[in-house]
């Protein structure tokens, strides 16, 4: 059995992240490789990730940025491991790379997709413009396993997981979607679809990469509308819903038949929510009234238009 670690990057540096893992590889052979997908990176980062080739590392580039569920195909495409592990590029071991290497193996045969988790730091980020991502992150993501294997799919992320390559004979990564947001929502969807379990483990890593204030809210504004496009062209709208906890939120509220009322709270106090979101003071409950006010905002512009599906493909194909 072997496994590949595979890590999309694009301008983050990721040189002491890749030097832990090769030395953790050196005691843990069952890891075989790195492979490093540069997404259409600046020249000053391209030439530390070339240093980084050579005995099990590779580098593999994009001459521009072809999107999150691009670069990991072409990675699945390049490695060799029977197993794939995917984890981000802003990350930090928490321990060291052997013991994060052995928690895979003791828990490989729970599942053909584990999820390993996501964590923050305890102390708040000393740049109080990135306060908002962190409290999210904390309060949302950062989640013990027995809490996330209660809704496996909806706690799915790439940030850290391990698949099982057999999985990808069938699914890979929707490319169409080249914005920021909600690729693992659809993978976790075409999962589910599938009949492939999700299994969760406390084996996280650090997130470090702590978006700004005004950044983050330009994120969530990419990822809701992504959410929408997907809302109308998967043809398993129960199953969609399942999958995503502001989807059933949004559900609650079409029933009650207040996303009117939503809609018209998003764009009349849009711009005093996001003054307040992007501050010290940034408040997490304002930060989830924002986003479902957002996305009923974005099914009522579809709903009055009859907006046909946003990509050119077959909905059967989703």
Same mark, same amino acid.
């Given at each position: 059995?072997?496994?590949?670690?595979?890590?999309?990057?694009?301008?983050?540096?990721?040189?002491?992240?890749?030097?832990?893992?090769?030395?953790?590889?050196?005691?843990?052979?069952?890891?075989?490789?790195?492979?490093?997908?540069?997404?259409?990176?600046?020249?000053?980062?391209?030439?530390?990730?070339?240093?980084?080739?050579?005995?099990?590392?590779?580098?593999?580039?994009?001459?521009?940025?072809?999107?999150?569920?691009?670069?990991?195909?072409?990675?699945?495409?390049?490695?060799?491991?029977?197993?794939?592990?995917?984890?981000?590029?802003?990350?930090?071991?928490?321990?060291?790379?052997?013991?994060?290497?052995?928690?895979?193996?003791?828990?490989?045969?729970?599942?053909?997709?584990?999820?390993?988790?996501?964590?923050?730091?305890?102390?708040?980020?000393?740049?109080?413009?990135?306060?908002?991502?962190?409290?999210?992150?904390?309060?949302?993501?950062?989640?013990?396993?027995?809490?996330?294997?209660?809704?496996?799919?909806?706690?799915?992320?790439?940030?850290?997981?391990?698949?099982?390559?057999?999985?990808?004979?069938?699914?890979?990564?929707?490319?169409?979607?080249?914005?920021?947001?909600?690729?693992?929502?659809?993978?976790?969807?075409?999962?589910?679809?599938?009949?492939?379990?999700?299994?969760?483990?406390?084996?996280?890593?650090?997130?470090?990469?702590?978006?700004?204030?005004?950044?983050?809210?330009?994120?969530?504004?990419?990822?809701?509308?992504?959410?929408?496009?997907?809302?109308?062209?998967?043809?398993?709208?129960?199953?969609?819903?399942?999958?995503? &906890? +502001?989807?059933?939120?949004?559900?609650? !509220?079409?029933? $009650?038949? *207040?996303?009117? @009322?939503?809609?018209?709270?998003?764009? #009349?106090?849009?711009?005093?929510?996001?003054? &307040? +979101?992007?501050?010290?003071?940034?408040? !997490?409950?304002? $930060?989830? *009234?924002?986003? @479902?006010?957002?996305?009923?905002?974005? #099914?009522?512009?579809?709903?009055?238009?009859?907006? +046909?599906?946003?990509?050119?493909?077959?909905?059967?194909?989703?």
């Amino acid at each position: 059995m072997k496994i590949s670690i595979l890590i999309p990057v694009n301008d983050y540096d990721i040189v002491a992240l890749v030097h832990s893992m090769k030395d953790g590889m050196e005691k843990v052979p069952e890891f075989c490789e790195i492979i490093i997908g540069d997404d259409g990176s600046s020249e000053e980062f391209r030439k530390k990730y070339n240093l980084l080739a050579g005995d099990k590392v590779k580098v593999v580039s994009a001459e521009k940025n072809i999107g999150r569920a691009s670069i990991r195909n072409r990675l699945i495409s390049e490695s060799t491991g029977d197993y794939l592990l995917f984890i981000d590029a802003d990350t930090m071991i928490p321990g060291t790379a052997e013991m994060y290497m052995h928690n895979w193996l003791d828990n490989i045969s729970s599942g053909r997709v584990i999820c390993g988790g996501i964590l923050y730091k305890a102390s708040r980020p000393g740049d109080p413009d990135k306060i908002l991502r962190w409290k999210y992150g904390r309060k949302r993501e950062q989640l013990k396993a027995r809490d996330r294997n209660k809704h496996p799919y909806s706690s799915f992320s790439t940030f850290n997981v391990l698949i099982d390559r057999t999985i990808f004979s069938k699914l890979r990564f929707y490319e169409e979607l080249k914005q920021y947001g909600h690729e693992d929502t659809l993978f976790s969807y075409q999962l589910k679809k599938a009949g492939i379990g999700i299994f969760h483990i406390d084996n996280g890593l650090i997130h470090e990469g702590l978006e700004s204030n005004k950044e983050y809210l330009t994120k969530t504004k990419a990822s809701i509308e992504n959410l929408s496009k997907l809302y109308d062209i998967v043809t398993d709208k129960w199953t969609f819903y399942s999958t995503v &906890r +502001l989807l059933r939120i949004y559900r609650a !509220l079409r029933f $009650f038949h *207040l996303t009117r @009322i939503l809609a018209g709270v998003f764009i #009349r106090y849009r711009e005093r929510m996001e003054i &307040r +979101l992007d501050s010290a003071k940034a408040c !997490l409950p304002l $930060f989830e *009234l924002y986003k @479902i006010s957002m996305f009923c905002t974005y #099914r009522e512009i579809h709903r009055r238009r009859k907006i +046909l599906p946003f990509f050119n493909i077959p909905p059967d194909s989703i």
